[in-house]
């Protein structure tokens, strides 16, 4: 699905149970007519 994801550790202890996840989705768009399979 074109997600990337990461988890980092609390600012104040990296032992902490807590923790920050991270997503970023990257911009997509289909290609024009011309230029997908099948050339329809």
Same mark, same amino acid.
């Given at each position: 699905? &074109?997600?990337e994801?990461?988890?980092v550790d609390?600012?104040? &202890?990296?032992f902490q149970r807590?923790?920050?996840?991270?997503?970023s989705k990257?911009?997509?768009?289909?290609p024009p007519p011309s230029q997908r399979p099948g050339g329809a």
């Open positions: 699905m &074109r997600w994801s990461q988890i609390h600012e104040e &202890r990296p807590e923790k920050t996840l991270l997503l990257l911009y997509w768009t289909a």
